[in-house]
């Protein structure tokens, strides 16, 4: 099995990840394409996708899961640092079912992949439901 994201994908995630900066970058990585969105953040800390590329999520994650254009992955980027999940990325990465959170499920995909400068490097974090912030952080290409 080849690795995911493939070395192609973390180039061209880090690409992209460095031209935006200092603003945050955003988009979904699918099993062989990265795909950009528009980050329509006031401020330059945060990411937002715009509405036609979060339409165009939602209808990718409609797709089969072995789709190639299936999204496997979200990613946005630190330009400055850290290297984790701002409480702001967790707060969107889930989705609590009920509102008293029984029941708590990735808000689009399981698996957030997130860029981080100034030296650039790529953390990947998945889902978990038993972990601290709902998902455990692992470094690639290790996982």
């Not at 969107?92 to 008293?100: E, L, M, S």
């Not at 708590?104 to 400068?117: D, F, N, R, S």
């Amino acid at each position: 099995m080849e690795p995911w994201p493939s070395p192609a994908q973390v180039a061209a995630l880090i690409a992209i990840a460095q031209q935006s900066a200092p603003r945050e970058c955003c988009g979904w990585v699918t099993a062989s394409t990265v795909r950009p969105a528009d980050n329509i953040a006031t401020q330059p800390t945060k990411f937002n996708f715009a509405a036609a590329d979060l339409l165009a999520l939602a209808r990718a994650t409609e797709l089969p899961s072995d789709h190639d254009d299936y999204p496997r992955a979200i990613f946005h980027s630190h330009p400055h640092g850290p290297g984790t999940l701002s409480s702001d990325d967790l707060a969107t990465a889930v989705v609590q079912i009920p509102d008293d959170g029984s029941v708590v499920t990735p808000a689009y995909t399981a698996t957030q992949l997130l860029i981080v400068g100034p030296h650039w490097h790529i953390v990947r974090f998945d889902f978990d439901a038993h972990a601290p912030g709902y998902f455990r952080r692992c470094e690639v290409p290790l996982c």
